[in-house]
């Protein structure tokens, strides 16, 4: 769980939860360039604090839980991974992402 910008990922057998700050998170290098240059005209040139800590694990596979103000960056922490792991259109018939809100 995220729960106002502190990391904590689901635990594993011998695990503490705690992670540190995911590699490369201090920008949005790993984005596709026209994703990259659409983030900057909007004026959205770094990860925010909830950015930096769930688009890692989310972009892992990791299921991701978390609690932050309005306005701290949520949509992108999920959307961006979502976006990208899910590509484009599929034959496949079944659910590939859920997002509750």
């Known amino acids: 769980m995220i729960d106002h910008d502190t990391a904590v990922q ?25 994703l990259q240059q ?7 040139t770094e990860p925010t604090a909830i950015q930096k800590q769930a688009i890692g694990p989310a972009m892992e ?5 978390a609690q932050s ?7 992108l922490a999920f959307g961006l ?14 659910p590939r992402a859920l997002v509750l809100t």
């Not at 596979?61 to 839980?65: C, E, M, V, W």
């Open 10 to 34: 689901p635990e594993a057998e011998g695990d503490t939860g705690a992670q540190p700050e995911a590699e490369g998170m201090n920008d949005f290098s790993f984005l596709p360039d026209g």
């Open 38 to 44: 659409e983030l900057k005209n909007k004026g959205i």
């Open 61 to 65: 596979g990791h299921d991701i839980l």
């Open 69 to 75: 103000q309005t306005g701290s960056g949520k949509t």
């Open 81 to 94: 991974p979502v976006g990208l792991r899910l590509g484009g259109p599929t034959a496949e018939k079944a």
